[in-house]
């Protein structure tokens, strides 16, 4: 099956500064990427919507402020967490569907592990 | 729009059992359904899916599920669970383009 690569797998930063995970497809062309949440023993939710070549869609009362995402090519989409907080911290899962279609089935990335202390 | 429950939080079962996790969807045309596999930590591995066709599907690791328009389920079932399948399940649903997790089933597996 196609591969999605998270980088990095786990962070560790201190409150205030910004954190940038990558998430990257890598032996196939995605116009589209998701962003998710997950908070411990709970489900994953949908952050945004990453689109390459525009704005990212966000998930209501999801701060697009907070939540930078950028899809600058079709391999590759990042998600920068601005002034982190406590509260970030989260595990993050981006997820691609190859081509650019709607209902395919997506690939999800191995999480990203944010603590903000 | 559409989505998906799980109405078991938690199943305990023992090694050698049989597994049902059940998953009602609420939408009006045929869904498109998948199931996923977390283990702690870790990211998700799709199990199986369910477009069109065959109700019967046949996944990964020896899991199956039925699509039962009439029950609105997609119920994923093993017949002999290993002491490996212990982890998180989601059923899932794509709706507008986006997928949507049910809340998740948390597996335990004792000896």
């Known amino acids: 099956g196609a591969v999605v690569s998270q980088h990095p797998s786990r962070v560790i930063c201190k409150s205030g500064t910004s954190v940038k995970i990558e998430c990257r497809s890598l032996?196939?062309?995605?116009?589209?990427m998701f962003w998710y949440r997950q908070f411990p023993k709970q489900s994953l939710m949908l952050m945004a919507t990453?689109?390459?070549?525009?704005?990212?869609?966000?998930e209501q009362g999801v701060e697009k402020d907070k939540f930078l995402i950028n899809h600058a090519s079709l391999t590759l989409s990042t998600l920068t967490v601005t002034s982190a907080h406590p509260e970030d911290s989260s595990f993050y899962i981006c997820?691609?569907?190859?081509?650019?279609?709607?209902?395919?089935?997506?690939?999800f990335g191995e999480g990203s592990r944010l603590t903000v202390l | 729009a559409q989505s998906v429950t799980q109405p078991d939080i938690h199943i305990t079962v023992s090694e050698g059992a049989s597994l049902e996790l059940r998953c009602n969807y609420s939408?009006?045309?045929?869904?498109?359904l998948f199931w996923y596999v977390q283990s702690p930590g870790q990211g998700l591995q799709l199990l199986l899916k369910?477009?069109?066709?065959?109700?019967l599907v046949q996944g990964i690791k020896g899991f199956e599920a039925e699509f039962k328009r009439s029950q609105s389920s997609f119920n994923l079932r093993k017949p002999s669970v290993h002491w490996s399948d212990a982890a998180e399940y989601f059923c899932?649903?794509?709706?507008?383009?986006?997928?949507?997790f049910g809340a998740g089933t948390q597996v335990v597996v004792t000896p």
């Open positions: 997820s691609a569907r190859p081509g650019t279609g709607t209902t395919g089935e997506l690939f």
């Open positions: 990453s689109n390459e070549g525009s704005k990212a869609t966000y």
């Open positions: 032996d196939f062309q995605a116009t589209t």
């Open positions: 899932a649903v794509i709706s507008w383009g986006k997928l949507q």
């Open positions: 939408y009006g045309a045929t869904p498109y």
């Open positions: 369910y477009f069109s066709g065959d109700t």
